[in-house]
């Protein structure tokens, strides 16, 4: 019983280098900046005798250490577009809120990993916040991002999703979640009673960058929430999905299981992510042959995010 409960997976994740070696028998771990993190479910599923697997890349310690050109402690800046403490507000009808400062996993490629959780806490400042949202009333969105929302306790996600129900003027509720897939055991029913009667509409963007994520425990836990609606974002990522095979694999398998691909997003150059970054040619490359694979319902949008009031579109 106690293992299928989250909270006892989020607590025996691996955490740093020593585990995580003695774990995968490696010594390729390294203790670094940004701490290793690793829940079981999800080491579970690497193949610990492929020194690539496309998720062991993805948590193992890659970074290049010099400073890099172009490459930045926060480059989405996103501190810049925080009228108030926990809330981000680039865009005219919808606001970001950090919810959390803790994630189920860390990604060595995160562009939020050197984010200032401590200072930018929307429920500890849920009266400004609160405020801010009300007094604009040209915002109909609310985004629970983090952090990860998902590693709030069931009461406190419920709470904050109340007190943002309680705005008239929000009609939709996104939650920008990698949990969901790294720790299925966190799509409870207890979750999915709380999405399912709030009087929002309820969108779930999930983070998946390979198929071989999406495992058996996930695609059953996943129906607990087939009232919502659910997407799925992924970023590419040199070494894990950058091949047409996996990508069109990956889009795929998200729609059996009900998700449609969203967004592929070009890697946020934070310092320490050189070794995953695509060239945009070859990015565009893969994008053209997506569309020869994919109807245009199952193929992601490709996007840079950049850093300022809007995305580019590559394509
Ligand atoms: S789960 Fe999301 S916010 Fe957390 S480390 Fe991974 S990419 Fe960053």
């Known amino acids: 019983m106690m293992e299928n409960n989250w909270q006892y997976h989020a607590r025996y994740a691996l955490k740093g280098a020593n585990q995580s070696n003695d774990f995968f028998k490696t010594k390729a771990f390294k203790d670094q900046t940004f701490p290793i993190k690793i829940p079981l479910e999800f080491a579970q599923l690497i193949d610990k005798n492929n020194k690539n697997d496309p998720l062991l890349k993805q ?5 290049v250490l010099s400073k890099s050109a172009n490459f930045s402690l926060s480059p989405l800046e996103d501190e810049k577009y925080s009228p108030v403490a926990g809330l981000i507000h680039k865009y005219p009808n919808r606001v970001l809120l950090i919810a959390s400062q803790v994630c189920a996993i860390h990604c060595q490629y995160c562009f939020r990993q050197n984010f200032n959780y401590t200072e930018h806490d ?4 849920w009266n ?7 007094n604009n009333i040209k915002i109909n969105e609310v985004i629970l991002s983090g952090g990860d929302p998902l590693s709030l306790s069931g009461d406190k996600l419920s709470v904050l999703i109340d007190n943002i129900a309680n705005i008239a003027h929000i009609k939709t509720l996104r939650i920008h979640t990698r949990s ?3 720790t299925p055991n966190r799509i409870t029913n207890k979750l999915s009673d709380i999405l399912n009667q709030s009087r929002l509409n309820v969108v779930m ?7 071989q994520e999406l495992s058996a425990q996930f695609a059953q836990k996943i129906t607990k929430l087939s009232g919502i609606t659910l997407l799925n ?8 999905n950058d091949s047409i095979e996996e990508l069109t694999e990956l889009c795929l398998k998200l729609f059996d299981l009900g998700i449609f691909p969203y967004y592929l997003h070009m890697l946020d150059k934070v310092q320490g992510a050189q070794d995953f970054l695509v060239k945009d040619d070859y990015a565009i490359q893969l994008h053209q042959q997506l569309k020869n694979n994919l109807s245009g319902y199952l193929v992601p949008r490709l996007v840079r995010d950049n850093g300022n009031h809007s995305k580019d579109w590559l394509l």
């Open 205 to 211: 963007v999930l983070h998946t960058n390979h198929a």
């Open 122 to 125: 929307a429920i500890s400042n």
């Open 128 to 134: 400004e916040v609160q405020n801010y949202i009300i």
């Open 233 to 240: 974002q992924s970023v590419l990522l040199k070494g894990v």
């Open 180 to 182: 969901a897939v790294v």
């Open 59 to 63: 948590v193992i310690s890659a970074k």
